[in-house]
């Protein structure tokens, strides 16, 4: 029975990516006039394509379908899916913050995936957060970047959005470790990423204003993607700076040469009034007396 269920499906799920994958190819642009190239991003080009390809599958259906689903269905319903999802995904995180050597992390994660899947129905509800369990996140990408492996290029993926070959390779790893991946009936199994996509994309729902100021959407999205990614393996902000490897083009066991850059040049400081002139004190003269005292004479 298993086998028939996924005979049935696997011919759909082969339609659905060879039209994804033809959309993308068929998409792919010349870059804007004038464009910095980012380092991180070599292949431009095509990851503008896709992208294009992404935004015109997201006027056309997204967007809709889930302006429909907020407007529809009511916010508990709503809260409830996200809670479902955000518990299905909790084995993930707490596989990875224990290989990110995070135990307590990972206890953590465990007493939260216990409660809101018993107590909370399955994760409809959410009373870890209640008691006091904090809500983590953590997935394969981060872990290997917490182990010095570099992010790679920025990766387009057709559907699923931005990313880098780094966490790309991690969405692999983290399929196996979503307990949606076991379960044994197929149309279950498939079926669950239709109210998954829906549920993701009502929640950027508000950055769509955002979006429609912005002068390039793409470059908008690709260095806000790079950067959060950054701060959640180095707890810091990034800068201005291209996020590239110092050492990608060194030798092995070379250090990077010191910055040659000039020191900024500094004002001069202003010019002091001189202190005026002071009189000297009268020197003693020959003929002074000693001043008599009224004291008696010894």
């Known amino acids: 029975m298993v086998k028939e ?163 790309t390779t991690g969405r692999v790893a983290d399929t196996y470790t979503n307990p949606q991946h076991y379960v044994k009936n197929a149309w279950i199994e498939y079926g669950l990423y239709l109210p998954y996509f829906i549920d993701r994309r009502a929640s950027l729902l508000p950055l769509d204003e955002t979006l429609k100021n912005v002068y390039d959407p793409y470059a908008f999205i690709r260095d806000a993607y790079l950067a959060h990614r950054a701060y959640l393996i180095t707890g810091k902000v990034a800068d201005d700076q291209p996020l590239i490897d110092p050492d990608a083009d060194l030798p092995p066991g070379s250090t990077p040469a010191p910055s040659t850059a000039p020191a900024p040049p500094t004002e001069p400081a202003p010019p002091t009034e001189p202190a005026p002139p002071t009189e000297p004190a009268p020197s003693p003269t020959p003929d002074a007396q000693p001043t008599p005292t009224d004291e008696p004479p010894q």
């Open 5 to 167: 269920e996924y005979a049935r499906a696997a011919p759909m799920v082969r339609a659905a990516l060879i039209a994804v994958v033809a959309g993308a190819l068929s998409a792919c642009v010349t870059l804007p006039p004038n464009a910095k190239r980012s380092p991180q991003d070599p292949w431009e080009s095509w990851n503008r394509g896709v992208y294009k390809f992404n935004d015109a599958l997201d006027r056309a259906v997204a967007k809709p379908v889930a302006r429909t689903y907020v407007r529809v269905v009511p916010q508990t319903i709503r809260t409830g899916v996200s809670n479902f999802f955000s518990n299905l995904r909790t084995p993930t995180v707490m596989i990875n913050d224990a290989l990110e050597g995070k135990f307590l992390a990972a206890a953590n994660d465990l007493g939260r995936f216990l409660l809101n899947t018993t107590v909370g129905v399955g994760g409809l509800l959410d009373p870890a957060t209640s008691a006091g369990l904090d809500k983590n996140d953590a997935d394969f990408g981060l872990t290997l970047g917490h182990w010095g492996v570099h992010p790679g290029p920025f990766v387009e993926l057709p559907i699923l959005g931005p990313s880098d070959v780094r966490d």
